[in-house]
């Protein structure tokens, strides 16, 4: 069992198009992240979740909507793409406890290309 | 900000050496460190952790090393095997947000 799973894995469509990518984890976690991997592999936090709730968004531009239905489900839905969206987007989850994130367990990435 | 020079994008290494990444990282109120090894096309996986009490923590072949006065985190890799190839990140926990990641280290090991 993928302990977390997201879909797609890969994503190619065109510029002003509306994209979602689905993230799902069985761990029983109570926070649940997007991660955005550019081409250089640098990391960057996008969103942060604890059970439901917003609790990270740093500074990413209102077109990418987070929506969170349950705890064990973080959705990443992207309106009008732009080519500097294109990158490798990762989902998280994390057993919060206290104000350490603690270890991050990582999705097999969605790979978007805007054209 | 970074230390200048402490980072190497790259790191080549023969099988059976012992390999070494650094890391210097940004805030010194963090204070619980994580390794994360990630293989191509895959998510980042969790090596080892350190928390700020701590200056030295070792693993099955890695160790990682805290030096807080100059905030800088290193991990060792015994015996590099050809199955270590990956990019390597170390990462710091600020309270109050999630993990932020330092650039990666790109390890090639050549058997």
């Known amino acids: 069992d993928t302990a977390v799973s997201q879909t797609p894995k890969y994503l190619v469509t065109q510029m002003g198009n509306d994209k979602s990518i689905k993230c799902e984890q069985n761990l029983g976690h109570d926070t649940m992240y997007w991660y955005k991997q550019d081409s250089k592999k640098f990391l960057k936090i996008m969103f942060s979740?604890?059970?439901?709730?917003?609790?990270i968004n740093e500074t990413v531009p209102n077109r990418f909507s987070p929506k969170s239905p349950d705890k064990a489900h973080l959705n990443l839905h992207i309106n009008s793409l732009e080519l500097g969206d294109s990158a490798v987007y990762f989902c998280?989850?994390?057993?919060?406890?206290?104000?350490?994130?603690?270890?991050?367990?990582f999705g097999e990435g969605s790979r978007l290309t805007v054209l | 900000g970074e230390s200048v020079g402490l980072h190497l994008p790259t790191l080549s290494v023969q099988e059976g050496d012992n390999s070494i990444i650094n890391c210097a990282y940004s805030n010194s109120a963090s204070d619980y460190f994580i390794w994360y090894k990630q293989e191509s096309g895959k998510g980042p996986q969790f090596i080892i952790d350190i928390r700020s009490n701590m200056d030295k923590r070792q693993g099955q072949r890695v160790t990682v090393l805290l030096n807080k006065t100059v905030k800088h985190l290193s991990l060792q890799i015994a015996a590099t095997q050809p199955g270590d190839s990956a990019v390597y990140f170390c990462a710091e926990n600020q309270a109050g947000t999630a993990l932020i990641f330092g650039k990666g280290t790109t390890l090639s090991v050549s058997s």
């Open positions: 998280a989850s994390s057993q919060r406890t206290g104000g350490d994130t603690g270890e991050l367990f």
């Open positions: 979740y604890n059970n439901k709730e917003l609790i």
